[in-house]
């Protein structure tokens, strides 16, 4: 009679990796000529982020006065488009930092392109409310340094600069973690380069010999980096509600902003990690790196936060109706019922109905119905931010000043140019460092091992109790 062995944890690698066969898989886009679908997808991104770039010399050249805004609807796709690139960021830093501090194995396989996408998307974010000016020359005016301008002093009680140290902070310390996570990558891809790429590698590795001291000083900068990331996480997204909470505005002027902000962040940030990596895996190979249980989990955490920004929704429709307060209930009535009702239930159908498929196993586990579906939380979550700035703007205290806001085809260019810029980004990344961890992805597969053989040896002493007391 022989005791049942302890099951093992689905593996997070599948075919059976050697440690060389890791190292091979990872390094290859690197090294290899780009594959065709890769060259289109460059050139197609490079397309849309020159018609944006035009769009954005328009703007400068002609001023805001090309955008469709008016007295009423001061705030249309450019707060939209920030809110929503802000929004999208969040994820690499909670994949990187918060699943890091709670030993969660199965981030590595996503981790380092949620990571990059941070990045990416902050740059995107950037460039509506430098543009939103009117003179982006004179942006230098939103920073507080000495000088003689006298009045002109920035404002700190204004949220719009608590913007502005919060997304600095944030984009800072993603990008030093992005980066220290790359190191001992950029060292492997060092050691099989020749030539110009060694010596290019040999800087952006800062000399990594792979000693004990060095790995010793790695995991303890990665450790106190992810430990400032995780507020921040939590902080940019409720600062940046705060651009709407502490108004007056019926609509904005609620406590349940800073919350609900941070869980649709998190929310629409999955979504888009989802979307690249579900591309990624394909045009890259990495099926066996970038499994389905890496995007289940990742569904789990969309399932969750979708939940959590469907109670929000409710939440705000119960409160203005429980509150007796008529232009708060003028404002969601308006929203749901209002000239812009078909954006409200878009984002009601995309973002609460659609991620209630991931109850069923079966869908959480399908790549077709995933990324199906992160598309869908993108577009959602697009018409979340405008649900919230166009519709609440379009309705204000005076009949008399009503009105209705569609974006010009400037608008439409710049929003369409920074989803050019971060594809074009993300796809340079993609040449230039291992889109997966490998270093992290090793140490997971000794972790396994590890595992394996400990779980094993229990069985065996097990067994042979039994076989002991039985004699």
């Given at each position: ?7 093992v ?14 190292t091979e898989?990872?390094c290859a886009?690197?090294e ?7 060259i289109?997808?460059?050139i197609?991104s ?12 328009w ?10 805004l008016n007295?009423?609807i001061?705030w249309g ?19 990187s930092?918060i699943?890091?501090?709670?030993r969660q ?7 380092r392109?949620a ?10 974010a ?11 020359w ?21 949220p719009?600069l ?40 040999n ?8 000693s004990?001291?060095?790995?010793q000083r790695?995991?303890?900068?990665c450790?106190?980096?992810a430990?400032?990331a ?17 108004s007056?505005i ?7 902003f ?6 649709g ?12 990596m579900?591309?990624?895996r394909k ?8 499994t ?6 990742m ?16 939440t705000?429709?119960f ?17 749901a ?14 973002n609460?109905l ?22 869908f ?13 166009a ?15 569609t ?5 439409i260019g710049?929003?369409i ?7 074009t980004?993300?796809l ?8 997966v ?9 000794k ?5 394996y ?8 002493q ?9 004699h």
């Amino acid at each position: 009679m022989h005791a049942p062995v302890a099951p093992v944890r689905t593996s997070l690698i599948e075919g059976h990796k050697s440690y060389h066969d890791i190292t091979e898989d990872l390094c290859a886009p690197t090294e290899k000529a780009p594959s065709l679908s890769w060259i289109i997808a460059f050139i197609i991104s490079i397309a849309t982020m020159s018609f944006g770039l035009f769009s954005l010399a328009w703007t400068i050249w002609f001023g805001i006065g090309s955008w469709n805004l008016n007295r009423t609807i001061g705030w249309g796709y450019d707060i939209t488009n920030f809110v929503w690139w802000i929004g999208i960021g969040h994820a690499g830093t909670l994949i990187s930092a918060i699943l890091l501090l709670f030993r969660q194995k199965w981030r590595t396989g996503v981790n380092r392109a949620a990571e990059a996408m941070t990045i990416f998307a902050v740059v995107c974010a950037g460039l509506f409310p430098a543009t939103h000016t009117g003179r982006p020359w004179f942006d230098f005016f939103m920073f507080p340094y000495p000088n003689t301008r006298g009045p002109l002093w920035v404002n700190f009680n204004s949220p719009l600069l608590w913007d502005l140290f919060a997304i600095s902070t944030y984009f800072t310390v993603s990008l030093l973690f992005w980066y220290t996570g790359l190191v001992p990558d950029f060292a492997t891809v060092r050691d099989r380069a020749v030539g110009f790429r060694k010596k290019l590698y040999n800087v952006l590795s800062f000399g990594w010999t792979g000693s004990a001291k060095h790995w010793q000083r790695w995991e303890a900068l990665c450790l106190v980096l992810a430990g400032l990331a995780t507020p921040l996480v939590l902080s940019v997204h409720t600062i940046v509600s705060f651009d709407f909470a502490t108004s007056v505005i019926p609509g904005w002027h609620t406590t349940i902003f800073p919350p609900y902000f941070v869980a649709g962040a998190i929310f629409s940030g999955f979504a888009m990690v989802l979307t690249l990596m579900i591309i990624t895996r394909k045009i890259l190979n990495l099926q066996e790196y970038i499994t389905i249980n890496h995007i289940e989990s990742m569904n789990k955490v969309i399932l969750l936060t979708g939940t959590i920004v469907g109670v929000a929704y409710l939440t705000e429709l119960f409160i203005a109706w429980y509150s007796g307060y008529l232009y708060e209930q003028f404002a969601f009535f308006n929203r749901a019922m209002g000239i812009y009702w078909w954006a409200y239930f878009g984002m009601m159908a995309c973002n609460v109905l659609s991620p209630q498929i991931f109850w069923i196993k079966k869908y959480r586990r399908s790549i077709y119905i995933t990324f199906l579906m992160s598309i869908f939380v993108n577009i959602g979550m697009w018409f979340e931010r405008f649900v919230i700035i166009a519709t609440t703007l379009a309705r204000d205290y005076l009949p008399s000043s009503w009105s209705y806001y569609t974006p010009t085809w400037v608008e439409i260019g710049i929003f369409i140019g920074t989803l050019g810029i971060f594809f074009t980004l993300y796809l340079l990344f993609t040449r230039l460092a291992p889109v997966v961890a490998v270093a992290e992805v090793k140490h997971i597969l000794k972790s396994a091992g590890d595992q394996y053989i400990g779980e094993r040896a229990k069985g065996t002493q097990g067994s042979e109790a039994i076989h002991e007391s039985a004699h």
